[in-house]
């Protein structure tokens, strides 16, 4: 198990230097001086790891049911179990590949008496899900350095740390919705309210023939109610490439943060028998289990063959998977591109995308110059946004999850308002930070937010320092009483 | 930082780090003192201190061009420092052991001033050692840059020196101001050979040097206008295409005149030599041979050619160099041209500073020199400083210690290039085998005995601490504390040290390798003892 190191090949040297010099100059006192580098490499040649040397480890994980992006502590306690002095004992804990440590250091040296243990503590940065750690590995060597023994230990305590996003209490209990349930048309049909009557057609129901009336004028009438509509609420969550930036290393980012707080508010709202839709915009097919739809979109409507809950979670999961694509295919190139203003690789798109349109001017482009309720115009909105709108149903309402660091979002809320959709936007910060990059970012975003307000949406702007939750519920609620 | 890995760009600990320079600087100053060389050492110091920034700055990667332009700003005083901990050295020594009062003493004097040199170019190299052991900077990638800024920087100095000494020769061997000999034939042959082509004979026609020096000055000339962007400078109209047509007629019409007057060279050549000017006036007319007279025996008229020439290449030069440098980005422009600069820098100080300093760095020198040698020293260097002048010596100067900095740089890349040092530990290895070095040489002076040991004991220790802290950097890193662990373990080093100290001041105590008595014996057979003990172990 312990390997021999050659480290004292300068004493070596050393000591042929001596003996030289010594006979050039025919000083007989470094003759006698080799001693000293000879005492080393007896030194190192004496050296072994103690043969009775035990190690036990025991891991804590000190934070309970972690948030995402929430700081985890650790602490890895390494005691020295054998009845030897072990002098230079190094410790690697073996952390979760897919999480960062963002504090303190999973790694430790120290000289541990028999008896004696050293506690390493780090803090990992949670994201959803449960990862297992690895073993730790020790590695113990004599005073002299010049042998090695590396172990693995078996860690007893906590083998994984795991950060659900869901828990047991609703926390948007109190927060309502603007048409949460039904919404009254202006429509004839089958309801509860009065709206008209009209002639008799052949298929209509007989319980809303107008007896009454057919016993007055011998004519046949259907009475219409209002009819009324279940209101669907379209959770989008922006996960295009640009909205995966992080503001600090090993945090979630922008695109995970935003199916994060979807799938709170998902499941919230399933609690309150809100009928909730979830469309994840700018994914790859790769990316979700199943593919996406014929318009490259991910849309998962309640209810149809029961797997409403599945799909949902895959789509989350998508996104996840989404962003670790993206960070192990440009690891070499994230930083540089991250720190970039997404809005001017937007803004080229932009500018390309129209002569690249084969399509000509479609019933869809002629939607985009309808007239926004206020007069004022709608902005120019690219494919994707085109097909959500497309595909929107008439009576819904828009939840948008998006880290607003390009364009895209407030053109899309911009469209949203033009065609009356209520919008809620959520949008985490992840601007924040000294660097100068991201103040100029930061500064565009409150930009966009503040064009958002101005277009008719809620926005619900989410700092990272304060939970999710916190936020909605706040926000949410506040908005929603009027 | 994932898993079990290394660390990801691993430095070494501080502590160790912290134990390797003092015990580096401790012992480099304590046996520097002892061989009684201060001011030297101290200048090298600076410059091992410089050197090591030179390697540091070459590393950049985010200030590629920044680095670039610090690494050529330190290459000058590299030059300094090594000039004067090996050359200063050992003019100090000679100055202070020389003369000696009788021949015999003369080989004994020479091992002390060798040892005592020795100790200092040791003591600055193990400074040099430990410093870039601080960030475990070297490695051979780094030092390639650094050799390359290091050319770079030197190369505007060194060219510069040539045509300014080349100049100052020419000069004085034309000006026959040399004693008879060799000097007069060569002055005579260049004056020859200047005349030939810008004084020419008024007396007769000089057709061939003439056509040599038209048709180059043609050539360079379509050289100069064809680089310039002249027609992507004209605006764009109905009539642009014709201007441009003209002008590249123009240029093709200036290069096959140049051709065909470079050609008639050879022809000219022959005539001149087969037809003597008599025979040439004749056939000529006197009209027309008093016309080529005149213009082909005109010394303006070369002038011109020369300046055209001259004109020529130059704007040809510094498009091509334009060209060049719009088409790289500004990072990689700044790291190329800044050592350039530098030397351009290098160049303005000898300029500025040579008058006063190179006098008196010979008186220096002169004066450092014991006895006859500094009038002979003077003799020599009297008729240098004559013919060159301050300034093309302090040029020279300047471009010889940029040279010397640019050969240390690059054997310190060779080496680490062939894996004779391991790139990893470098540092610590040269520190560690220069006060081996050093301490070995500082037994051979009146140094005390424990100094020695202390000296060996320290050279061994910067080894083991600093190979120590880089095998800890890598796999523990620089965050987690280690601070324990490390004094622990160079406290054992020490004390082992202090172990082998005592038993060889027991043995150099007690005699058993005292030359004079005899035994010497016993302590090769000590030795060979050890050599034993090490072979077990390695085995």
């Known amino acids: 198990m312990s390997e021999r190191v050659g480290r004292w090949g300068v004493a070596l040297v050393g000591a042929l230097t001596l003996v030289s010099v010594g006979l050039l100059a025919a000083e007989p006192f ?238 919230a709202l399933g609690r309150t028998s809100v009928v909730a839709s979830v469309v994840a915009v700018g994914l790859d097919a790769d990316d979700v289990v199943g593919g996406l739809d014929p318009d490259d979109l991910v849309w998962v409507d309640p209810g149809g063959d029961g797997g409403t809950a599945v799909r949902v979670s895959q789509v989350f999961d998508g996104i996840q998977a989404a962003v670790a694509n993206d960070v192990s295919d440009a690891a070499g190139r994230a930083s540089g591109e991250r720190e970039r203003p997404a809005s001017r690789r937007d803004a080229d798109v932009a500018t390309d995308e129209p002569p690249n349109t084969d399509a000509p001017p479609s019933p869809e482009t002629d939607d985009e110059t309808v007239p926004a309720a206020d007069g004022g115009e709608t902005p120019h909105v690219d494919d994707a946004a085109r097909r959500l709108l497309a595909r929107l149903p008439p009576t819904a309402q828009v939840v948008l999850f998006s880290p607003f660091v390009d364009d895209w979002p407030v053109t899309l809320t911009q469209s949203l308002a033009a065609r009356g959709y209520p919008t809620t936007v959520v949008s985490p910060d992840v601007t924040r930070g000294d660097g100068l990059g991201q103040s100029v970012v930061g500064l565009e975003r409150d930009l966009r937010v503040q064009s958002v307000e101005l277009a008719g949406a809620t926005c619900i702007d989410w700092n990272l320092d304060e939970p999710i939750d916190i936020a909605l519920r706040a926000s949410l609620a506040d908005l929603f009483k009027a | 930082m994932t898993g079990h890995d290394a660390v990801d760009d691993p430095e070494p600990t501080r502590t160790s780090t912290l134990v390797v320079v003092l015990a580096s600087v401790l012992t480099a100053a304590t046996l520097v003192r002892a061989a009684d060389v201060v001011w030297p050492a101290l200048l090298g110091a600076m410059g091992a201190v410089t050197l090591a920034g030179v390697v540091w700055a070459s590393g950049w990667e985010r200030h590629e061009a920044a680095g670039s332009v610090l690494a050529s700003v330190l290459v000058l005083p590299v030059g300094v420092g090594i000039v004067a901990a090996t050359a200063g050295t050992v003019l100090v020594l000679a100055g202070g052991l020389f003369p000696v009062p009788s021949a015999a003493d003369v080989p004994g004097t020479v091992i002390a001033l060798t040892a005592r040199a020795a100790v200092v170019t040791g003591a600055v190299a193990a400074v040099f050692g430990a410093t870039t052991a601080t960030r475990g900077v070297l490695d051979a990638d780094t030092l390639e840059d650094a050799t390359t800024t290091a050319v770079r920087t030197a190369v505007v100095p060194f060219c510069l020196a040539i045509l300014l000494a080349g100049s100052a020769a020419l000069q004085f061997l034309e000006s026959n101001a040399a004693g008879p000999g060799i000097q007069t034939v060569v002055g005579d042959v260049l004056r020859g050979i200047t005349s030939l082509f810008f004084q020419p004979d008024p007396l007769g026609p000089h057709l061939p040097t003439f056509a040599v020096m038209a048709g180059a000055a043609l050539l360079a000339a379509h050289r100069g206008v064809h680089a310039l962007p002249i027609t992507e400078l004209l605006p764009e109209n109905e009539t642009g295409d014709d201007y441009r047509e003209r002008i590249e007629a123009g240029q093709r019409r200036l290069f096959w005149a140049g051709l065909v007057v470079v050609a008639a060279a050879p022809i000219a050549a022959i005539v001149h030599l087969a037809v003597p000017p008599r025979q040439l006036r004749a056939a000529l007319g006197s009209g027309l041979y008093d016309v080529v007279l005149a213009v082909t025996a005109n010394p303006a008229l070369r002038s011109l050619a020369w300046w055209l020439i001259l004109c020529g290449v130059a704007v040809a030069g510094v498009v091509w160099l334009l060209r060049r440098l719009v088409q790289s980005s500004p990072d990689r422009i700044g790291s190329v041209l800044a050592p350039f600069a530098g030397g351009v820098g290098v160049v303005a100080l000898a300029f500025a500073v040579s008058d006063n300093t190179v006098f008196k760095s010979v008186a220096w020198v002169a004066d450092q020199l014991p006895g006859k040698f500094s009038v002979q020293f003077m003799d020599a260097a009297t008729p240098v400083m004559n013919v060159y002048g301050f300034t093309t010596i302090g040029v020279a100067a300047a471009a010889a210690l940029l040279f010397l900095a640019t050969v240390a740089v690059s054997a310190l890349w060779a080496v680490l290039a062939t894996g004779y040092v391991e790139g990893r530990t470098a540092g610590v290895t040269i520190a560690s085998l220069a006060l081996f070095n050093t301490a070995a040489f500082a037994g051979v002076l009146d140094v005390s005995n424990v100094l020695v040991l202390g000296a060996l004991v320290g050279a061994v220790l910067v080894w083991d601490a600093g190979e120590f802290g880089v095998t800890l950097g890598q796999e523990v890193g620089r965050l987690a504390n280690t601070r324990r662990a490390e004094l622990v373990h160079a406290t054992g080093t020490l004390a082992v040290g202090g172990v082998g100290a005592g038993v060889a001041l027991l043995i150099g105590g007690v005699g058993a390798v005292d030359a004079s008595t005899g035994p010497v014996a016993l302590g090769l057979v000590a030795v060979l003892g050890g050599l034993l003990l090490l072979v077990v172990a390695l085995r």
């Open chain 1, 30 to 267: 470094l003759l006698a001086a080799t001693a000293v580098p000879l005492a080393y490499v007896l030194y190192g040649a004496v050296a072994r790891v103690p043969p009775g040397a035990s190690l036990r480890a025991e891991r804590t994980v000190e934070t309970d049911n972690p948030t995402p992006g929430e700081a985890v502590d650790v602490a890895l306690t390494v005691t020295n179990d054998g009845d030897a002095a072990l002098t230079d004992v190094r410790i690697v804990d073996g952390v979760p590949g897919e999480l960062t440590v963002v504090d303190g250091s999973p790694r430790a040296c120290e000289s541990l008496r028999p008896g004696d243990s050293v506690t390493v503590r780090y803090s990992l940065l949670a994201k959803r899900g449960t990862f297992a750690f690895d073993d730790p590995v020790a590695r113990v060597r004599p005073l002299a350095a010049t042998a090695v023994a590396t172990a693995t230990l078996d860690a007893e305590g906590d083998a994984s740390v795991t950060c659900a996003n869901v828990v047991s209490e609703v926390p948007l209990a109190d927060a309502t919705l603007p048409r949460a349930g039904t919404l009254p048309t202006d429509s004839g049909g089958s309801g509860l309210e009065f709206h008209a009557t009209r002639n008799y057609q052949s298929g209509d129901p007989v319980s809303r023939i107008d007896w009454r009336r057919f016993a007055k004028t011998n004519e046949l009438t259907t009475v219409q109610y209002r009819e009324e509509q279940a209101v669907r609420t379209v959770l989008v969550v922006d996960a295009r490439t640009v909205t995966r930036v992080t503001p600090d290393a090993g945090y979630p980012t922008g695109a995970e943060l935003g199916a994060y707080a979807a799938e709170r508010l998902f499941d």
